[in-house]
C-alpha cells in the first residue's frame, strides 16, 4: 500500500465488502441447489470468507508487530482503510516526536549558551541534568556524577547548609575552596513536585571589589581616627581656654560639635567593617538582656537633657548567646534613636520576651514616627529621613545599619513597624538556638 493513500473508513469498502459477501452466498446457494447440498455449499463459502479475513489480519498483526511501518500490506477494501487509519495515527506521532526533539535539542543548545550554571536536582537533591558551564564551574563529569547527590560533589559548608536548610529565598555566596581566589554565588529554584534547580555563577570580582571597598573604608576610618582625636582634643582644651576672644567662642564650639560627629562617623564605620569583617558569631556567652536593658535605661535616665520616660518590661529570664559588646551596641542604638527622635513628654518601652518561635527585643518610642515609604531603606548606610534633623541630633546615618549587622551574626532580624507622628517600635528576632534558660 502506498504511503500517501486516503485514510478513513469509506462506504465504498464497506459496500464492497458487502456485496462480495452476497455475491459468495448467492453463488453457494446456486452451486447447493443443483448439487442438492446447501448447507454443505454455504458453510464452504462462509468458511473461504472467514479464512481471507483471518489472513488479513494476520497479515495486519505481523506488519504492526515489525519495525518497517512504511512497509504496510496490500490489503485494499475495509484492512486497507484500517491500515490507512493507523499509518495516519502514526505519522502524527511521528510528526510530534520530531517536533519534541527539535524543541529539546534547542532547549539545550539554549542552556549549554547559558554563562551561568543550571543543574537540575531531584527531592533527594540527586543530579538530573547539568549544563556546560555548571560542569565547569563544579567540575561535574558528564557521565559519572549524574545521579549522584549535589553536596557530595560541592561540599563547602556554606552551600550544604543552605541546601539542608531549605529557605532559598535568598541566595549564598561561597569561597569555592580555602585556597581558591573563586568566589561562587549559589541561588536555588524550587520547581515541580519537589524539585529543585539550582542556578550557579562566577561573582570573584565582584567580590574582589566588595573585599577592596571594605578594606577601603576600613583602613580611611582607622588613619583618620588619630588625626581627629587630636583636632578635637585642641578644640576642647581651647573652648575652655578663658582668654579667648568672644567672638571665637561661638565658631569653637560648633568646631568641636563637628569633630565629635565625624569621629562619631569614624567610630560607627570602624564598627561595621569589623562587623563585616567577622563572620557569623560562633557561638558566644550568655547574656542577660534583662539586666543590659536596665543598664541602658539608667544610662538614658541620667541625662539631665532628657525628659522622656523610659519604661523597660524583661518578661523573659532566658539569656542570649551571643557576643554582648555587639547586642549592647544595637540596643544602645535602637534607645538612642528612641530618644533622639522621641519630643518631650513622650515614652520609650524596652521589652524582652521570648516564645516559641524565639527570644524577641523591643524598642517602642510615640515619637514622630516614620512614613511607610521610608520603612525599606533604613537600615541602609547613611539612609536618613530628614538628613539636617538627623544630623542636628549628631546622628551618623549608620546606626540602623549596625544593628542589622549585629542581628544577622546572631541568626536573627530586625523588624520594623511605625506611624507618622504617632511612633515606632523596632524588634529584634532571635532563633530559639539562641536562647538558654537562666541558670
Ligand atoms: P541616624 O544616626 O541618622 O539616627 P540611623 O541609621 O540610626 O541613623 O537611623 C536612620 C534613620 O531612621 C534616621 O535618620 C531617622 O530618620 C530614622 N529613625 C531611626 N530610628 C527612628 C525612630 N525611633 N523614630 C523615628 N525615626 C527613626
Redo the contacts with the bound molecule.
Sequence with gaps: MKLGSKPGLSASAWRGLLVQAALAVLAALLVGELTGHIGVGLAAVLGALLLRQLYLLQRVLVWLQGDRVDLAPDAGGVWGDVIGLIMRLFRRKQYHKRRMRQLLRELRHSTAAIPDGVVMLNPAAEILWFNRSAGELLHLRNRGDVGLRIDNLVRRPEFVNYLREGDYRSPVVVQASDLSEQYLHFQIVPYGAGQLLLLVRDVTRQAQLEAMRKDFVANASHELRSPLTVIAGYLETLSQDEALEPGLSGPIQEMRRQALRMTAIVQDLLELSRLEAEGAVPRGEPIDIGALLAQLRDDLRSRKTLAVEVRLAAESTDRLVGEEAQIHSACA?LLE??A???PTGGVITMRWWSDAQGGHLSVA?T????APE?LPR??ERF????AG??RASG???????IVKHVLQRHGGSLQIE?EEGRG?T?SCHFPVSRLLPAA
Excluded at 546622628?395 to 545599619?401: P, Q, T
Design positions: 542604638n534613636n528612641a533622639k527622635y522621641t518610642d515619637g514622630i514616627g516614620i521610608h533604613l537600615t539612609y536618613r529621613v530628614d534633623r538627623s546622628g551618623s546615618g549608620l546606626g540602623l545599619a511605625s515606632s523596632f
